[in-house]
């Protein structure tokens, strides 16, 4: 099985940037559907970019599409997520997912402050 470890969450004023790195072993991220996913108390997690398998087509959810960019570098066995013009809203904690039909192997997270 995979496993997952997120890093790069912290606090940011609004308008910044950070870049999330999820970070795998035990397999390589190139077999799977990597995807982030955030969430805040007494929410339902939303799904926030995902990246699939073969050609590397990216999805990404309405509220972030124009200023997160996900990738994948197989050589590092990581995914990123780049975040740009950060707002309040997007303050969560950010998981890092990974899986071929649905996603069953997950991070434990990393927080996000945006003030």
């Known amino acids: 099985d995979v496993q997952l470890v997120e890093s790069g969450g912290g606090s940011v004023q609004t308008g910044g940037s950070l870049r999330l790195s999820c970070v795998a072993s035990g397999d390589t991220v190139g077999r799977y559907c990597m995807g982030w996913f955030r969430q805040i108390p007494d929410k339902e997690r939303e799904g926030v970019a995902s990246i699939y398998l073969g050609a590397g087509k990216t999805y990404y959810a309405d509220s972030v599409k124009g200023r997160f960019t996900i990738s994948r570098d197989n050589a590092k066995n990581t995914v990123y997520l780049q975040m740009n013009s950060l707002k309040s809203e997007d303050s969560a904690l950010y998981y890092c997912?990974?899986?071929?039909?649905?996603?069953?192997?997950w991070g434990q997270g990393t927080q996000v402050t945006v003030s």
């Open positions: 997912a990974a899986g071929q039909v649905k996603y069953i192997h």
